[in-house]
C-alpha cells in the first residue's frame, strides 16, 4: 500500500494568513492527489482532486500543487470557515490511502 | 440535491453482526461506483471497500477482508455494507460515498455517517 505523510500535523494561524499543508507519498502517484476539509463532527469534504483541480462551489483561496511524491495545499487568506482538518488521499492505486491530517487552528 | 443518507449503526457486541444501509438520492447511482469509508473516534480517515456500478468489481481493505461485504441495489439507488464477525477495533463513524474516480477513490460526495460501537 502506498503511505502518505503531512506536515506539519497542526498548526495556528489567524484569519487572512497564507496557510501551506505538504503530503508526500512514499511513491510516485503521478497526478493522483486529492484533498479534503473535515470539520467537527461532519463528513470530509473534496476540496482539490487531481492534485491542483479546484472542486465545484470551492472558493478560490484554495490551491494544490505538485506531482510525483510531493504535494502542497495552500489556503491563500485564511477564513473563519477554514479551522478544521485537512487530509490528503492518493487516488493512484487501491487501497487508496489518507495522510494522518493536518488539524489547522486558531492562533 | 445529491444526497447520500447512511442507516443502521448502532452498538454491538464483539463477535456480532451489523448491516448499513446507504441511500442515494439526486444523481444518477447506477452511473457510479461507491466506497465506505470509516473514521475511528479521534482518528483518521480509513477506506474500507468499493463497488462497482455494476456491482461486478469489489475490493476490501485487508482489515476488513472476509468478514464484511459489500453490495448495492441499483433499482433502489442503495449501497449497503455487512458486517460479520465484528471486533472492537471496528468501532467508528462508516461514511458511504460516492466515487467518481471509478474505483480510484475520488470521492466526491459523502454522507453524514452512521457510527458504529463495538463493545461488551
Known amino acids: 500500500d502506498i503511505q502518505m505523510t503531512q506536515s506539519p500535523s497542526s498548526l495556528s494561524a489567524s484569519v487572512g494568513d497564507r496557510v501551506t499543508i505538504t503530503c508526500r507519498a512514499s511513491?510516485?502517484?503521478?497526478?493522483?492527489l486529492n484533498w479534503y476539509q473535515q470539520k467537527p463532527g461532519k463528513a470530509p469534504k473534496l476540496l482539490i482532486y487531481?492534485?491542483?483541480s479546484l472542486q465545484s462551489g470551492v472558493p478560490s483561496r484554495f490551491s494544490g500543487s505538485g506531482s510525483g511524491t510531493d504535494f502542497t495545499l495552500t489556503i491563500s487568506s485564511l477564513q473563519p470557515e477554514d479551522f478544521a482538518t485537512y487530509y490528503c488521499?492518493?487516488?493512484?492505486?487501491?487501497?487508496?490511502?489518507f495522510g494522518p491530517g493536518t488539524k489547522v487552528d486558531i492562533k | 440535491q445529491v444526497q447520500l443518507v447512511e442507516s443502521g449503526g448502532g452498538l454491538v457486541k464483539p463477535g456480532g453482526s451489523l448491516r448499513l444501509s446507504c441511500a442515494a438520492s439526486?444523481?444518477?447511482?447506477?452511473?457510479?461506483?461507491m466506497s465506505w469509508i470509516r473514521q475511528a473516534p479521534g482518528k483518521g480517515l480509513e477506506w474500507v471497500s468499493y463497488?462497482?456500478?455494476?456491482?461486478?468489481?469489489?475490493y476490501y481493505a485487508d482489515s476488513v477482508k472476509g468478514r464484511f461485504t459489500i453490495s448495492r441495489d441499483n433499482a433502489k439507488n442503495s449501497l449497503y455494507l455487512q458486517m460479520n464477525s465484528l471486533r472492537a477495533e471496528d468501532t467508528a463513524v462508516y461514511y458511504c460515498?460516492?466515487?467518481?474516480?471509478?474505483?480510484?477513490?475520488?470521492?466526491?460526495?459523502w454522507g453524514q455517517g452512521t457510527m458504529v460501537t463495538v463493545s461488551s
Open positions: 439526486g444523481f444518477t447511482f447506477s452511473d457510479y461506483y
Open positions: 511513491q510516485s502517484i503521478s497526478s493522483y
Open positions: 460515498a460516492r466515487d467518481r474516480g471509478r474505483g480510484g477513490g475520488l470521492l466526491d460526495i
Open positions: 463497488i462497482s456500478s455494476s456491482g461486478s468489481t469489489i
Open positions: 487531481a492534485a491542483s
Open positions: 488521499q492518493q487516488s493512484y492505486s487501491t487501497p487508496c490511502t
